[in-house]
């Protein structure tokens, strides 16, 4: 089983309805974020949270909302959607830095979301 | 400020070619953590390596080998020998410890073709 689980891994969905992506991890990390992968742009940042009470705004999130609704699951939320958020969604975790500095993210196998 | 340039969109070589890949970064902090990941046709994002600015030292796994010269603020991936398999969207990434590591910054991406 994968360590960080997206779900779903395709949605096609009409502008204005409210879409949920949801990630799960198994890798008992505290962090998580949500990016967004848009050709020519690499990752952008939507959101980030590293505990369960912490959440804080990315570069992006403007249209998106999370919840964090334990240390293993991180949802991602778009109240009304509309096509400019038609992207691949990606779901990361990573440990808190230790002796070695910034640990690397862990990605999920990505949501890839329509909205027409 | 953090920023990541990948100046090359797309590199497209001919089987058991070496092939580099280019990074360039700015920052201000003096401690700060620079990533490669893999994306391959598949979607998912995968881990390469790791290195922070005080280690210099390139490293070699396998067939990659990584150049950091804070110098010219690139860290260079090279493949030797590149495989089919090689084929994929390769990711520079930089974390700055300042931040507490929560902001990454990932470049826009290279896309390598190999030609069996």
């Known amino acids: 089983d994968a360590d960080v689980t997206q779900t779903p891994r395709n949605r096609i969905t009409k502008t204005g309805k409210r879409i949920m992506l949801e990630c799960s991890q198994t890798?008992?990390?505290?962090?998580m974020y949500w990016y967004r992968q848009d050709p020519g742009l690499g990752l952008r940042l939507i959101y980030y949270s590293f505990d369960v009470k912490d959440i804080n705004k990315g570069e992006i999130s403007d249209g998106y909302s999370v919840s964090r609704q334990a240390q293993a699951k991180f949802s991602l939320s778009l109240e009304s959607a509309i096509p400019n958020q038609t992207a691949l969604y990606f779901c990361?975790?990573?440990?808190?830095?230790?002796?070695?500095?910034?640990?690397?993210?862990?990605f999920g196998d990505g949501t890839r979301l329509s909205i027409l | 400020a953090q920023k990541v340039t990948q100046a090359q969109t797309e590199i497209s070589v001919v089987e058991k070619e070496d092939v580099t890949l280019d990074c360039v970064y700015e920052t201000r902090d003096t401690t700060y953590y620079l990533f490669w990941y893999k994306q391959p046709p598949s979607g998912e994002l995968v881990f390469l390596i790791r290195?922070?600015?005080?280690?210099?030292q390139n490293e070699i796994s396998g067939r990659y080998s990584w150049n950091f010269q804070k110098s010219t603020s690139s860290f260079n991936f090279t493949i030797t020998a590149s495989q089919v398999v090689d084929s994929a969207v390769y990711f520079c990434a930089l974390s700055e410890a300042g931040t507490g590591g929560f902001k990454t910054i990932f470049g826009a991406g290279t896309r390598l073709f190999v030609k069996a």
């Open positions: 890798k008992g990390h505290d962090r």
């Open positions: 290195r922070n600015s005080f280690d210099e």
């Open positions: 990361a975790t990573s440990d808190t830095p230790g002796a070695g500095g910034i640990e690397p993210q862990h």
